[in-house]
């Protein structure tokens, strides 16, 4: 309690991580929302589980190519500059959304909004990061798009932008960034951010641990709607509230993991975080209904928000300031790199076996992933004891 106490006095102690704190919730609030009515609305024009998949494709794809081509960017540009320019497009392009009218549209401008999330989310966690939002803007997203239709939710998300950029703008620059990093060249400031992932254990350790298991939660994303609406017949605001439930437990896993690392190592604390996750998922898939299974689905939330945690610890602590931005989006291009592999997969996966093998496949393959945490950690130990010893 003392540490999570310690998390929420920032708020009050603190006037610009208050400001980015409430707006990367407004904005995370409106994405959640939005994603939901995005899914739903793509899932009732097509009712296919390629197009669902397709959507979230896109609405991932693009963070890799950012990772790849822009990641320096985010260093040698003030980030306050960046999250700002960053809300007013996804502003434009959920006042768009209400006037597309085939699932080809939804798509595309879903891709938009995608491209300039990758700039947005590296140049926060740089920073902080907040899960709150997901609690309550999946739930939300559902009951709107159910006792109205998705338009609705995309106004919703396109005001909590133009909010969202609002509040950014009132934080000094200084608070978001220590320093500009000076330029060696484009590909060199790109070869910096590579090298630095390659060489840093805490580093390699999200890119490979985190790669993996963004395959396993991206099969379950796209099978998720499906298990809801088509399992488990609870419709469109059970959707919303099995995705609000594993928002409730990420706010959970979130706070808390602050107070787990500093009992145990980071890496004990990052390999049982997945091994919770699958552990919800494998749960959630053998349910026969959407009740028994919200349980499950609060437990795999706080396995990955502890997990987030963790990566985010293990990035901060690897990176300095100044190459920060690059090596988040180095990891998190690689990371949804195989993200746009699972998502597309997923879908016919879907269609052909179901959403519950989908979700207990992804089970294992987080088991998995907990085990390579697990490995790299005690990797970590072994060598940070063996640098003790030879001082």
Same mark, same amino acid.
């Given at each position: 309690?003392?540490?999570l106490r310690r998390?929420?006095?920032l708020?009050?102690?603190?006037?610009?991580?208050?400001l980015?704190?409430?707006?990367?919730?407004?904005?995370?609030?409106?994405?959640l929302?939005?994603t939901?009515?995005?899914?739903?609305?793509v899932?009732?024009?097509t009712?296919s589980?390629?197009?669902?998949?397709a959507?979230m494709?896109?609405?991932?794809?693009?963070?890799?190519?950012?990772?790849?081509?822009?990641?320096?960017?985010?260093?040698?540009l003030?980030?306050?500059?960046?999250?700002?320019?960053?809300?007013l497009?996804?502003?434009g392009?959920f006042c768009?959304?209400?006037?597309a009218?085939?699932?080809?549209?939804?798509?595309?401008?879903?891709?938009?909004a995608?491209?300039?999330t990758?700039?947005?989310r590296?140049?926060v966690y740089?920073?902080?990061?907040?899960?709150?939002?997901?609690?309550?803007?999946?739930?939300?997203?559902?009951?709107?798009?159910?006792?109205?239709?998705?338009?609705?939710a995309?106004?919703?998300?396109?005001?909590?932008?133009?909010?969202?950029?609002?509040l950014?703008?009132?934080?000094?620059?200084?608070?978001?960034q220590?320093?500009v990093?000076?330029?060696?060249?484009h590909?060199?400031?790109?070869?910096?951010g590579?090298?630095r992932?390659?060489?840093?254990r805490p580093?390699l350790?999200?890119?490979?641990?985190?790669?993996?298991?963004?395959?396993?939660?991206?099969a379950?994303n796209?099978?998720?709607?499906?298990l809801?609406?088509?399992?488990?017949?609870?419709?469109?605001f059970?959707?919303?509230?099995g995705?609000?439930?594993?928002?409730l437990?990420?706010?959970?896993g979130?706070?808390?993991a602050?107070?787990?690392v500093?009992?145990r190592s980071?890496g004990?604390?990052?390999?049982?975080?997945?091994l919770?996750?699958?552990?919800?998922?494998?749960?959630?898939a053998?349910?026969? &209904?959407?009740?028994?299974?919200?349980?499950?689905?609060?437990l &795999?939330?706080?396995?990955?928000?502890a997990?987030?945690?963790?990566?985010?610890?293990?990035?901060?602590?690897?990176?300095?300031d100044d190459?920060?931005?690059?090596?988040?989006?180095?990891?998190?291009?690689v990371n949804?790199?195989?993200?746009?592999?699972?998502?597309p997969?997923?879908?016919?996966i879907?269609?052909?076996?179901g959403?519950?093998?989908?979700?207990?496949?992804?089970?294992?393959?987080?088991?998995?992933?907990?085990?390579?945490a697990?490995?790299?950690?005690?990797?970590?130990?072994?060598?940070?004891?063996a640098?003790?010893e030879?001082?």
């Open positions: 309690m003392k540490g998390q929420l006095s708020l009050g102690t603190a006037p610009g991580f208050r980015l704190f409430l707006a990367t919730m407004g904005s995370s609030l409106g994405t929302l939005a939901v009515a995005l899914v739903i609305d899932k009732d024009r009712n589980g390629p197009w669902v998949g959507l494709f896109v609405e991932f794809l693009p963070a890799v190519a950012v990772g790849l081509f822009f990641g320096p960017f985010l260093d040698r003030p980030r306050r500059g960046v999250m700002i320019v960053a809300d497009v996804r502003f392009v768009s959304l209400p006037f009218t085939s699932a080809g549209q939804i798509v595309a401008l879903a891709g938009v995608g491209f300039t990758g700039f947005f590296p140049a740089a920073g902080t990061s907040e899960n709150v939002s997901w609690t309550l803007a999946p739930i939300i997203g559902g009951a709107l798009v159910a006792v109205t239709n998705p338009d609705t995309y106004w919703v998300n396109a005001a909590s932008f133009l909010l969202s950029a609002l950014v703008f009132r934080i000094p620059s200084e608070r978001l220590g320093v990093a000076a330029s060696r060249g590909l060199h400031d790109l070869a910096d590579f090298v992932v390659v060489r840093t580093l350790t999200v890119l490979v641990v985190w790669t993996i298991a963004l395959g396993g939660f991206a379950s796209t099978a998720q709607v499906f809801a609406k088509d399992t488990f017949s609870a419709g469109d059970g959707y919303g509230l995705f609000g439930c594993i928002g437990g990420l706010a959970i979130s706070f808390g602050g107070t787990w500093e009992r980071v004990h604390v990052y390999a049982l975080s997945i919770v996750a699958a552990i919800g998922l494998a749960a959630a053998s349910m026969p &209904s959407i009740w028994p299974a919200l349980p499950c689905f609060v &795999s939330g706080i396995g990955n928000g997990a987030v945690v963790c990566n985010s610890l293990l990035v901060q602590r690897g990176a300095s190459i920060r931005g690059r090596v988040f989006t180095v990891i998190m291009s949804y790199a195989m993200y746009g592999v699972g998502v997969a997923a879908g016919p879907t269609d052909a076996l959403p519950r093998w989908v979700f207990g496949g992804v089970g294992a393959v987080l088991v998995f992933a907990s085990l390579v697990y490995a790299l950690g005690r990797e970590q130990i072994a060598e940070r004891t640098e003790v030879a001082a």
